[in-house]
T-cell receptor, first 110, second 113 residues
Framework: DAKTTQPPSMDCAEGRAANLPCNHSTISGNEYVYWYRQIHSQGPQYIIHGLKNNETNEMASLIITEDRKSSTLILPHATLRDTAVYYCIVGAKAGNMLTFGGGTRLMVKP | EPEVTQTPSHQVTQMGQEVILRCVPISNHLYFYWYRQILGQKVEFLVSFYNNEISEKSEIFDDQFSVERPDGSNFTLKIRSTKLEDSAMYFC???????????FGPGTRLLVL
């Protein structure tokens, strides 16, 4: 699976959009981009995934660049409960092992 | 909304003892996984399981570990002779098919003394 690079930490003001970047320059054509988050020591929580097109659900939006070498997770109106470690994971299919990196620790501040 | 559940939430054991961690995957899911996270470190894959067989395992999943689906609902991880370094959060996950998203349980915190 392709390797991902994320900033170790980011801050965001409550109510503002949080934009979390991820680089995956070695991604191959059949690999999806998955985003999970982990609040404190809870189990990782699925957020969203995509292959080529931008995706949106009730939690977030995922913007994937045309060359697929990077993506951005957008939380449109961050709340204090969105404070968590966010993981960008690239993989061929969900049934394979998920390889978690260090993620981005997002701190949402009042 | 269906969710993965795990028991116990916390387990303390003595080194050398056997432990069994239990998981109830989402009811119609067919693929099951165990991951672990040592305190302050990354989440690491241990094993995936489908159709009563291990489909993939990591180097961590050595002979001390085993998995089982003893009935139609439970999925267990057994550590035969625990070591201090087995202290970690253990997360179970399940997915409907190999192509679908994995959903994680809340974890079991294992402390080996």
């Amino acid at each position: 699976d392709a390797k991902t690079t994320q900033p170790p930490s980011m801050d965001c003001a409550e109510g503002r959009a949080a934009n979390l970047p991820c680089n995956h320059s070695t991604i191959s054509g059949n690999e999806y981009v998955y985003w999970y988050r982990q609040i404190h020591s809870q189990g990782p929580q699925y957020i969203i995934h995509g292959l080529k097109n931008n995706e949106t659900n009730e939690m977030a939006s995922l913007i994937i660049t045309e060359d697929r070498k990077s993506s951005t997770l957008i939380l449109p109106h961050a709340t204090l409960r969105d404070t968590a470690v966010y993981y960008c994971i690239v993989g061929a299919k969900a049934g394979n092992m998920l390889t978690f990196g260090g993620g981005t620790r997002l701190m949402v501040k009042p | 909304e269906p969710e993965v559940t795990q028991t116990p939430s916390h387990q303390v054991t003595q080194m050398g003892q056997e432990v069994i961690l239990r998981c109830v995957p989402i009811s119609n899911h067919l693929y099951f996984y165990w991951y672990r996270q040592i305190l302050g470190q990354k989440v690491e894959f241990l094993v995936s399981f489908y159709n009563n067989e291990i489909s993939e395992k990591s180097e961590i999943f050595d002979d001390q570990f085993s998995v089982e689906r003893p009935d139609g609902s439970n999925f267990t991880l057994k550590i035969r002779s625990t070591k201090l370094e087995d202290s970690a959060m253990y997360f179970c996950a399940s997915s409907l098919t190999s192509q679908e998203t994995q959903y994680f349980g809340p974890g079991t915190r294992l402390l080996v003394l």
